[in-house]
């Protein structure tokens, strides 16, 4: 949990970052070096999901061993990736001669796993069964396998230009098409699972209860779809994508507040009182649920700033504008600012809504001794429903001319948010029962020197 935790947040702050510092408008491009901390997230989250059947159910014991395998082998291959200078991207971080060496070493604890698995798995007896199909093991299962096809796919299309290039001597280049189309149906399967999952009994289910636990969920995604269409969302699969994350978002709810509201009907306790014994009785499941809100939050933001970005490109003169949606940019100056390891450029850009100024950006370009070409650094104005995005492209020495380019990006502020929610489900998840801290301070104090 720990590690999967800052892999997390450190995947969601690279994305930050791509978007912050680069430019260009984005903050995922399926780039080999993204993908190569994407891999072993798959892999671990999957073995989280695992391990809590193996545990209520001690079936899937080989399995759950592979997958966590996997994400160590997964790591290693993302350290190859960004060590061995093998991957053009914009994240790796050396040419080196490691990488025939580490290359060696991946190979070696790859077929040292393999062979303990098929060694030893046949000594992990399976003490329990699927009793249902509609049951929760069984949609851990079904979840269980889109992870795996999931980081099967993101591999393939990874590592298959370089085995293209090995074997034939011919560059493929597998870009976001690939990724995006593969990606998009496996992602909306898991977030329909993740609500179907927690509504499913353990072993054999009473069908009445299991439809009767549905009604408010599917109600739920409907609200939401109809809100999405009443505010101007038409594209049918992001319609789709916030209807299933409505879907899911009211089951994760129910999940961590039905037993809260449950408590302090009938115990008549207050509000936080019963929200802090549920938390405390149901570490994992409440904060599993809460990295499950964070999870929603991120799909749709990813579904309504990809579909809904809108950009234009202007080369302006001091005083003329451009449009953008309901803005207005201004060229007002250009600014030189000398650092002592840079010189950078400035446009002072000003931003209007109709005759109201609202803010004043200042997109700017980067000039380092030992860089050829300059390195740009975007200005955004970020809001709740939508940011607005500057690039400075080009400019002219005596200040009268630059060019711009200029995005609106809905929803894509909620990404960042969904930091301090993984945060919090995690630390919840992980916080110790009281009697296993009594245990812990015990064993603290018995050898502790005297």
């Known amino acids: 949990m720990i590690p999967w ?11 930050w970052w791509a ?3 680069l430019g260009w408008g984005g903050y995922w491009a399926w780039d080999p070096v993204e993908n190569a901390s994407f891999l072993p997230w798959l892999a671990a989250t999957g073995y989280l999901h695992s391990t809590v059947v193996q545990e209520r159910k001690r079936i899937l014991k080989a399995w759950t061993l592979a997958l966590v ?5 997964l790591t290693l291959l993302g350290t190859f990736m960004t060590r061995s200078g093998v991957f053009n991207s914009v994240h790796s971080f050396t040419q080196s001669p490691i990488g025939p060496s580490f290359l060696g070493f991946l190979a070696v604890c790859t077929i040292g796993s393999l062979a303990l698995l098929a060694g030893r798995s046949h000594l992990l007896e399976v003490e329990g069964r699927i009793e249902a199909v509609a049951s929760r093991e069984s949609a851990f299962l079904f979840n269980n396998l889109l992870f795996a096809v999931f980081t099967f796919t993101v591999l393939l299309g990874t590592v298959f230009p370089l085995i293209t290039e090995a074997v034939r001597g011919v560059q493929v280049s597998v870009g976001e098409p690939y990724f995006d189309r593969m990606a998009i149906p496996i992602g909306l399967a898991m977030v329909f699972m993740m609500g179907v999952g927690p509504i499913l009994p353990w072993g054999k289910p009473k069908l009445d209860v299991v439809l009767r636990s549905f009604i408010s969920p599917i109600s739920a995604g409907f609200v939401v779809a109809a809100a999405a269409i009443t505010l101007g969302i038409d594209a049918p699969m992001v319609v789709l994508t916030l ?5 899911a978002t009211m089951v994760s709810l129910e999940q961590i507040f039905g037993p809260v509201w449950e408590r302090k009907r009938r115990r008549g306790e207050s509000l936080g009182a019963a929200i802090q014994r549920v938390a405390a009785g149901h570490r994992r499941r409440v904060g599993g649920h809460i990295v499950h809100l964070a999870v929603f939050l991120i799909v749709a933001a990813i579904a309504v700033s990809s579909a809904y970005k809108v950009s234009a490109e202007a080369s302006l003169e001091r005083g003329q504008s451009m449009e953008l949606g309901s803005y207005t940019l201004t060229y007002d100056d250009t600014l030189v600012r000398e650092y002592p390891h840079k010189r950078s450029v400035f446009a002072r850009i000003e931003v209007r809504k109709g005759d109201k100024l609202v803010d004043v950006l200042e997109p700017r370009l980067n000039f380092y001794e030992r860089q ?3 390195i740009g650094t975007p200005d955004v104005r970020s809001g709740f429903g939508s940011d607005l995005y500057l690039s400075l492209l080009s400019y002219r020495p005596d200040g009268t001319r630059v060019g711009l380019r ?7 502020a909620w990404l960042w948010w969904a930091i301090p929610l993984i945060a919090l489900g995690s630390v919840v998840s992980l916080w110790p029962k009281r009697r296993a801290r009594k245990r812990l301070l015990d064993t603290s104090a018995a050898t502790a020197p005297s």
Do not use: D, H, Q
């Open 5 to 15: 935790t800052f892999l997390s947040i450190g995947i969601i702050l690279g994305g």
């Open 19 to 21: 978007y912050e510092v």
């Open 69 to 73: 395998l996997t994400a160590f082998l």
């Open 243 to 247: 209807s299933l994350c409505g879907f």
């Open 372 to 374: 050829r070409e300059p």
């Open 406 to 412: 200029a995005f609106k990006i809905p929803m894509v």
